[in-house]
């Protein structure tokens, strides 16, 4: 018995050797680009071998055992041998991996390939023998930069392959291509204009270097077309030149008409600006988005009798403009198409800085503003299909959980980017754990399903209004990014297998199992809490401040208008009590991830049950709150609908009234902290972040105030003040 005890020891020894892959060296060769440099950076850090180790070779051969080799382009005969198979056959910017006798080798189809495999080595490091090949099912996958200074170890860890980066023009001065207008600009200005463009310069061409040096495409990202919002001293100057050529704007618009969209003028101002900043940007291609800020929304006579006073026909014109610039030099063209909210009204300053009530026309929503194709099918049908059109995966961006775009698979042969934003804004700003993987799942499978294999897919990460924050090292919310990831290089990744690859790095085998469990449940819970009965909620995640407020965001979902949800808005007791069981569920679902936690708490770290401890409550006494707002809120509107009946129910009054008493009471309990903890998605002691105070979702008492100061004005008429 002995003799097989001590057998046994050896081959359990034996065999977790090689299940370690004990890699002692890795091979790159000595011309490699800057991205298989730093990928091998990479790989050593997270497999413990010494920098040193990193050896350069003039020519690649065979891996030895214990060598892990890196190689990308054209494979040589030998190393064609060795994978046997060609890697060119690779798709797209993926890699395949040749496991053999203890070593391997790794075979990108360009420099990025490798950075994509320093990502995945959780995948394949503890393989042994045959290829494990990774291809990615979107060919394009653009992200922002976010505050990501280092932006190789951004592509390790998001499979991104273009970078981009909202920078705005307001240094354009136009002196060589319209010397007329930039003589009419203030020497002073036009001094400071200069200095502006060289830095915007200098600042550029290093980001594109640093792009390249990691294999990626760099495309500065232009926001609106406003003028004035653009550059004051510019547009200043142009109405100076051109005393005519500002557009009429519509009455209460949002638009400004800062520009007539009939005067050819207008066009090639617009033609110069963008050339201009291409130039200066030194990008790969341009991305585009025209919602908030545009410009050329005018109803002059002209344009009134030509059609360009219609939002179809000025976008036709000004991405056939934008287009010419980038084709220019055939660069491609990505452009945002309106993806959000629905058309409506709000306090807004002016141009001459009044506060004044604006229509925000949200063009090509759905519903009652028209369909996605009244605003882009003139875009779709006449303009070069080089045109890459990126479109919001959801309807509405004020809540989570939206209904998916219908304008998704309507491109025809332009190729389309379905895109997520996962900035927190709509599920507590990520102060709170806010989950949303099995969204993205759902709607990634079907977008790549009817969009196809020339297609991509975006992501705008990072944390609204947040000091300090950084989504990849929140051990929460980091997630919603790698699934992001996962999903865009296989949509048919099973949501087991991602969520078991996340968690057990950050909390060890024993732990991960609970976690997973509490975070799950987060998705839901926070869909229940922030999207009563599929409605939406405040733009970003606070406490509406009035009842007039919380009725726009009722419609801003663009569900109001669909028979399946109208029947949630009849002012009713049913509806009211539908709120309050979905209140309920959201708060059992707290309740139960609390549970999952306390079971995971042995085999936590101290600090990380402390964190997630912390955000668990915040989230609790937010659905409290929520509860006790939006249940109210319900109530109000059924005595309202009595009003207009010219009844009345005093019942519902006095719940109302209880509840304000306890929305005072829980509101202390919001967002309280230990300043000492140090949170993964800060770095630093809460204490010690700058602005921490903005920790808040607002206060729920604004809006508590309004409903029952409102509520008891439908009830007193009939029953006096005195009940």
Known sequence: MKKYALLLCFFMSALLSVQGQQYKYIVIKKDAHPAIKFAAKVIAEKLHISASHIREASEIDHPKSGMLVLDCGKPTASERQFIGQDPMDIKYDGYLIKFEKGGAMIFGKRPRSLLYAAGDLDWWKDKQSGIYLRQPDF?????????????????????????????????????????????????????????????????????????????VEFYPFLYGNDIVKWSPILAQAIYKT??????????????????????????????????????????????????????????????????????????????????????????????????????????????????ELQFVHAPGYGGFSGSRLDIWGKVIDSLPSRIILQTKAYMSDCFPAARDNTLIGKTKSHPQIIEYQMTGQTTGLYF??????????????????????????????????????????????????????????????????????????????????FIIHALKLSEPAINK??????????????????????????????????????????????????????????????????????????????????????????????????????????????????????????SEMKSIDTAFKQVQYYRDSLFQFNPAIRFSSYGIKLGEINGMRRISLGNPLSIMKDIEKQSKQFVEEFTGPEN
């Open 139 to 215: 060919k394009i996958r653009d992200i922002n930069l976010g505050n990501k200074s280092n932006i190789a170890q951004l592509i390790v860890n998001t499979g991104a392959n273009i970078v981009f980066q909202n920078i705005h023009p307001n240094f354009i001065t136009l002196k060589n291509s319209f010397p007329q207008i930039f003589n009419n600009i203030p020497e002073g200005d036009q001094q400071r204009l200069l200095t502006e463009e060289s830095r915007a310069e200098l600042s550029a061409e290093r980001l594109a270097k640093e792009c390249h040096d990691a294999d």
């Open 242 to 355: 051109y005393p005519n050529i500002e557009g009429k704007r519509a009455p209460s618009s949002w638009e400004k008409a800062t520009l007539n969209p009939s005067l050819k003028i207008t066009w090639d101002i617009i033609h110069a600006i963008v050339s201009e900043y291409m130039e200066v940007m030194h990008g790969d291609g341009m991305m585009a988005t025209f919602w908030d800020d545009y410009g050329l929304y005018s109803q002059d006579s002209l344009s009134v009798a030509n059609g360009m006073n219609q939002f179809n026909n000025e976008l036709q014109k000004i991405i056939g403009v934008y287009d010419a610039v980038l084709n220019e030099d055939k660069k491609p063209l990505i452009i945002r198409t309106w993806s959000s909210g629905r058309a409506h009204w709000v306090p807004l300053r002016n141009n001459k800085n009044q506060i």
């Open 432 to 513: 709170l754990p806010a989950v949303n993987v099995n969204y993205t799942d759902s709607t990634i499978k079907r977008a790549y399903k009817i969009m196809g294999e020339n297609s991509g897919t975006n992501l705008f990460y990072g944390a609204t209004h947040q000091a300090h924050y950084s989504l990849f090292n929140d051990i929460a919310n980091s997630i919603n990014v790698f699934a992001w990831k996962e999903l865009s290089w296989d949509v048919n990744k099973p949501m087991k297998d991602i969520w078991n690859a996340w968690a057990t790095p950050i909390y060890g085998e024993k732990a991960a199992p």
């Open 529 to 650: 809490v922030f999207s009563t009965l599929g409605f939406g909620w405040e733009t970003n995640s606070g406490f509406p401040g009035t009842v007039a407020r919380r009725e726009v965001l009722l419609m801003y979902t663009n569900r109001f208008y669909l028979p399946e949800y109208q029947r949630y808005l009849v002012p009713n007791k049913e509806n009211i009590q539908r709120v309050i069981d979905e209140k309920e569920e959201a708060l059992h679902d707290i309740d139960s991830m609390f549970m999952y936690l306390h079971m995971a708490k042995p085999y936590l770290k101290p600090d990380q049950y402390e964190e997630l401890y912390t955000r668990f409550n915040w989230l609790k006494y937010v659905a409290i709150e929520n509860k006790l707002v939006e249940v109210s809120y319900w109530r109000f509107r059924y005595l309202r609908y009595l009003y207009s009946l010219r009844t009345t129910d005093l």
